[in-house]
């Protein structure tokens, strides 16, 4: 009977081992060199974590064994390095990942969780997983992860499976043989192992090793870290502290393991920032001053530990306390420039006794140097000898000593600037176009232009854009023959729409006439300077030849004789005596400061029409013709046409006031009632006739 009970507990065992066994194992594929993650959840009774033992073996051989409790897990001697525990994620608690695979790796993995302090020892936990390994193909046993102190060897296995194999390795994408230093400390080994047989902390990185087979070729990488005791590598002899100012000191230490304590000294005994006011310890180590005093000089050195221990204290640093620098003038918040011209930004500071003078550096805060052909630096005044575009933004002028630093910030604006009006437009008119160009303004060579005009009767504009940037030329077409017309070309940048250019008067020609005989008008609307006057040397040599201003045509030095005739708006110009060529007229306005320049034009004919003539004004025409260089001129006064409408509407306006006047008395007598009118005297009877006795 306890046969067949211990049989039944056997048969169950071997049921319940057998269902923990899954009928067909996930399978996973790997590479020579590669990794793996095998995922592993772990199922709690009732949810809640207890202590248990995880492992994980291959065919029977332990992989990775972890108890809870333990610090980090055993693992088996031959997967030392590439094995380890992962979680995260989708992951499950007990995870494992192998890496750098080897084809020996290639079997059955089994994931298995037991709980020690409870019955049933186990439960449904764990997973079987099969692992396939593609095969290396020249690399039979690639390198794992080392770990190693100062000091002691180091070995990289990279194992070829042809014994004639190339092996080359290289560090952090570097050949071997280019790093003189570590190559001189190298061993190499027929079975194709890297050793370091004194390993120092800069010897870690990431390693590769390269095999070559003939044609075949196959990588391989391993990292080498080498730890070493904590110790300080950088100290200076002397530091300075800004007086009555935050500071901080820093030891600086490099440690690997990372740093565990910090300990500090001041003048040869323990400090601890904890005993002392207003000084405290950083998540670094370095000593943070509230507020710097002087009784915080002295020499402080620093000790660094670690896992591994301690490489000794820092050499002694010498603290000092000194003032940090004041701006006596600082430049203003704002300034505002204009292009081209000079500006000078004010920075200046104190000067300490018995020390060195500040720094006085400029700069910008978007890094961009300062152009050295157009910036001076005199005692700390900024000098921009011609402001460009380029210098808008932010300046800093930064004073420092060797305490701190102190700075101030100014932001330098440019005046946008339109582009300037076009000037000096010309015109050629046929009976039904116009072709106009003009000279760019200041800034206007890349400028985009549109040009408006109208007739001049008409008070709607129309406009004519022109998509091309610097052109300077422009077709008016469909237009009305025999029609004056009023021009006008508006610039505009990047920064807006400029001012319009001075007005251009054509009048487009009348069908029946020839348009080769069409004239070429230019109207000297503005120059560049601004102004809009004739030059003085050809002002002066027009008013020689043709004399003051006249009435009468006159004949400029006996050569030619030129007429002034006003028709409607316009004034006609003809001329007699030139031989053939062509002929070049100036058209001027006299003004109380002299003769301005309004329009020049040439043509090959003895006549020109003038547009554009105002009442009370006077004009002078000088002509000059062909190559001999035949001169005349004439003037003319236009009638003020207006003022003397004005007189004469007055004088009617009074005249028919006087006679309304004269009117309006002659009704009002014949009107009078006739008992109004004064009655007639009374006659008197005439005398009796004398008696006579």
């Known amino acids: 009977m306890v046969l067949v009970v211990l049989m039944a507990a056997a048969a169950a065992a071997t049921c319940a081992r057998a269902s923990l066994l899954p009928q067909q194992p996930e399978r996973l594929r790997a590479t020579v060199g590669g990794f793996a993650v095998m995922n592993c959840h772990l199922d709690f009774p009732f949810g809640n974590e207890i202590p248990y033992h995880l492992q994980w073996d291959k065919d029977g051989e332990m992989v990775l064994s972890w108890l809870s409790g333990w610090e980090s897990p055993a693992v088996g001697e031959r997967w030392s390095g590439r094995a380890r525990r992962v979680a995260g994620g989708a992951l499950g608690g007990g995870s494992l990942n192998v890496s750098s695979v080897r084809e020996s790796d290639a079997g059955l993995f089994r994931c298995r969780v037991s709980f020690p302090n409870r019955s049933p020892p186990a439960r449904n936990n764990g997973t079987f997983y099969y692992l396939d390994v593609d095969g290396g193909t020249v690399i039979a046993a690639p390198p794992v992860n080392v770990t190693v102190v100062e000091g002691e060897r180091a070995e990289l296995e990279c194992g070829a499976k042809e014994p004639d194999a190339v092996v080359v390795w290289s560090r952090d994408g570097q050949p071997l043989s280019e790093l003189s230093d570590l190559a001189a400390r190298i061993e190499l080994p027929a079975n194709g192992s890297l050793v370091l047989p004194d390993a120092l902390a800069a010897d870690a990185g990431l390693y590769e090793c390269s095999v070559q087979h003939e044609d075949r070729h196959q990588t391989a990488e391993a990292y080498l870290d080498v730890q070493y005791k904590a110790k300080v590598v950088y100290a200076p002899d002397e530091r300075y502290l800004p007086l009555g100012k935050p500071a901080s000191l820093d030891c600086h230490f490099s440690a690997n393991p990372p740093l565990t ?139 420092s000593n060797e305490a701190a630093d102190v700075s101030a910030e100014t932001e330098l604006l440019i005046e946008n600037l339109p582009p300037r009006a076009p000037y000096n437009l010309t015109a050629r008119a046929t009976a039904h176009a116009i072709q106009l160009a003009w000279v760019p303004g200041r800034r206007g060579v890349d400028a985009e232009y549109t040009v408006w005009y109208r007739e ?10 022109l998509l091309s940037r610097g052109v300077t030329e422009a077709s008016l077409t469909n237009l009305r023959a025999s029609t004056p017309h009023e021009l006008r070309v508006l610039a505009t940048d990047s920064l807006g729409d400029g001012l319009f250019s001075k007005p251009l008067f054509v009048t487009t020609l009348d069908p029946d006439v020839d348009e080769s005989e069409a004239a070429f008008v230019a109207a000297v609307t503005e120059t560049s300077d601004g102004a809009a006057t004739a030059g003085e040397d050809e002002l002066e040599e027009d008013i020689a030849d043709t004399g003051d201003v006249a009435q009468e045509p006159v004949a400029g030095a006996g050569q030619l004789e030129v007429t002034v005739r006003l028709l409607d708006e316009a004034a006609l110009v003809r001329w007699a005596g030139a031989g053939p060529g062509r002929c070049d007229l100036r058209w001027y306005r006299d003004e109380q400061a002299g003769r301005r320049l309004l329009a020049t034009a040439h043509t090959h004919h003895d006549h020109l029409l003038v547009s554009s003539v105002e009442e009370g004004a006077r004009y002078w025409a000088a002509v000059r013709c062909g190559a001999g260089g035949a001169r005349g001129g004439a003037g003319v006064s236009v009638p003020a046409y207006s003022r003397l409408r004005a007189v004469a509407g007055g004088c009617a306006a009074a005249a028919l006031l006087l006679a309304a006047a004269a009117a309006a008395l002659v009704l009002l007598r014949r009107r009078l009632p006739c008992a109004r009118r004064p009655a007639p005297a009374p006659q008197l009877p005439p005398p009796p006739p004398k008696r006579r006795y």
């Open 456 to 465: 001049r009767a008409a008070h709607e504009w129309r406009t004519l854009r």
């Open 261 to 399: 304590n910090l300990r500090w000294e001041k003048d040869g005994f323990l400090f601890d920032p904890y005993n002392v006011p207003g000084v405290f310890y950083s998540r670094n180590g370095s000593l943070l001053f509230n507020r710097v005093d002087e009784s915080h000089e002295g020499q402080y050195s620093c000790t660094a530990y670690n896992a591994l221990g301690s490489s000794g204290p820092s050499p002694r640093v010498r603290v000092r306390v000194q003032r940090p620098p004041v701006l006596l003038t600082r430049p203003q918040p704002l300034y505002l420039a204009r292009l081209g011209q000079p500006l000078a930004l004010p920075c200046a500071a104190a000067h300490q006794p018995h020390h060195d003078p500040p720094r006085v550096i400029w700069s910008r805060n978007d890094g961009a140097p300062l152009p050295e052909e157009r910036f001076t630096l005199e005692e700390g005044k900024l000098s921009i000898s011609a402001v460009a575009e380029e210098d808008r933004g932010v300046l800093i002028c930064t004073v």
